[in-house]
């Protein structure tokens, strides 16, 4: 037996449920009553900037972002942390856990993510420690590798509770590469998206002053920057949308902890996950965009080679960011790729 709280949920969500719940009594059950059909207003603790936001998918998903308490790495703390919770919970296959890229958001999913729903599956889309919108003004923590790793275990220990297929975009792959060689336990498969795994952390950046750090992180938060981030990280974008998804891209950069947790990250010494590659034993998807200007198919299959149990795909006339500019052909991917449909 199924219960829903139908008014929470879409049209296309509401048939695809309906299918579900058809073809075999108990598959879903109802975990969240957050509305997804952009009828909602943003939550408070979103910077204002996010109202300049024109695209009706990160609309719609910005709406359903909420914080949910995760332990921190001292006693009696508890970090309010951003994330896009499911509206359902599916007992046939395990959660799909959304990543982001590099000083990102859950907000690169807003594609993807209705598409995964739509397809039964449970989604939640994660802010990585530091980036995002959790709440870390009051006492911002280590923002390293290591404190990352830690969140998004305590994260997954508290509120998600089964082995995850893991998704990681660009230096997400990262990320997910360095927790399941730490917490194998949680992961039951990975999925890589123009994996950039083979920087060896942040480099001379870790050596800088503190003042010139520091300037180095305002400007990655400048409108310019971002503008030309996006043309290199896109195949084909017009301006209007490039314009509208700087600001999507650049949203979380208003939180007033943003600069000092990116210092942080950058003077920590970021991301070297490059021992831990062979330590992953779960199967793996590779997606790889046909056009990627930012990670090489070289080390794309370099990557491919190294795993023990990958499969790699290509998405036709796509660059750096698949799942913003083909978002069905990636989420039917990670849906086949998740159901047992992709070996």
Known sequence: MMAFNLGSLSP??????????????????????????????????????????????????AQRIQRL??????????????????????????????LHCFDSSCLEWCRVYPLLEEAGLEAWAIDVLGWGFSDLAEKLPPCNAVSKRYHLYQLWKS?????????GPS???????????????????????????????????????????????????????????????????????????????????????????TANFMGSGGYNVISQINQVKRKTLIICGEDDKIVSKKLTLRLYCELLNATLRVVPNSGHLPHVEKPKCVAKLIADFAQGHII
């Not at 509401?14 to 975990?31: D, F, P």
């Not at 209007?240 to 007033?256: A, E, I, K």
């Open 12 to 61: 296309a969500t509401l048939m695809a449920v309906t299918k579900k719940g058809g073809e075999s009594k108990g598959v879903l059950k109802v975990v969240g009553g957050a509305r997804c059909d952009g009828g909602g207003e943003f939550p408070s603790f979103l910077p204002k900037e996010v109202e300049k936001i024109r695209d009706p998918f990160a609309r719609s998903l």
């Open 171 to 261: 230096l997400g792959s990262s990320v997910a590469i360095d927790f399941t060689a730490n917490y194998p336990e949680a992961v039951e498969k990975l999925v890589l998206i123009n994996p950039s795994v083979y920087e060896e952390g942040t480099g001379n950046l870790a050596k800088l002053p503190k003042v010139i750090a520091y300037a180095a992180v305002s400007l990655l938060k400048t409108f310019p920057l971002r503008f030309y981030a996006n043309v290199l990280a896109f195949n084909n974008i017009s301006l209007s949308r490039g314009l509208d998804w700087t600001n999507v891209g650049r949203l979380h950069c208003h939180m007033p902890w943003w600069k000092d947790a």
């Open 69 to 98: 308490p995760v332990k921190a790495g001292f006693p009696g703390h508890f970090i309010m942390s951003s994330c896009v919770q499911p509206l359902m919970q599916s007992e046939g296959t395990n959660p799909v856990v959304l």
């Open 159 to 167: 509120h998600i509770k089964r082995p995850m297929i893991l998704v």
